[in-house]
């Protein structure tokens, strides 16, 4: 489903990613992982169309998507802080990418009921981030993601605010999610415990370059 063909990215002469290659199968739930500044958020950029890349290629659905906008992507991204909007509520947060899909409304109103059920806030459609914890902003957060019928979700280390019983919570919700719709994922972490818990195949990743498979 994702391929990165020798993606290399270059700032000036310094080179931040280099050669890097990697295949990802539809429906999988795979990490990166490495340690801060090693690149990891930078490739995920790329793959969302948020960076170009110096050279190489990203291919989605077998597809040559390399210059290819992000809007125009199967592709929506979760990043590390929630980046709710604070003036709507949560149902609208969560419907937001049907509204500019110009879906029906009961279409939206059905779609959002079932993801609201799904992360267990339907007693808060109509409060506003303010009033929600860390961690219910981020079940938010990844049901606005859903919401958007993406193939693939990108997540930048959604977790890493939050405190370990937060995570593990969270982590055991977004197993159960990806089992109900079968996206395909890319998730970042420096978290070799999150990184074992949640994933089925996981890559290393060190100073730009993606060293190995950790296991699969």
Known sequence: MIACDQICKRFGDRRVLEDVSFTIERGAFSILLGPSGCGKTLLLSILAGLEAPSSGRVLIGGSDLTRVPPERR???MVFQRHALFPHLTVFENIAFSM???HLHQDAI???????????DL????????????GGQCQRVAFARALASDAEVVLFDEPLNSLDKGMKSSLVAELKKWHKYKRFTALYVTHDLE??????D?????????VAQTAFE
């Open 122 to 133: 339907e007693s808060y459609r109509h409060a506003k981030p303010d009033v929600l914890s």
């Open 74 to 76: 199967p592709v929506t």
């Open 201 to 209: 195949r996981v890559l290393g990743m060190k100073k730009g370059k």
């Open 194 to 199: 999150e990184a074992f818990a949640l994933g």
């Open 109 to 119: 109103r059905s779609r959002v009921e079932d993801l609201l059920g799904l992360i």
């Open 99 to 101: 509204r500019v899909r």
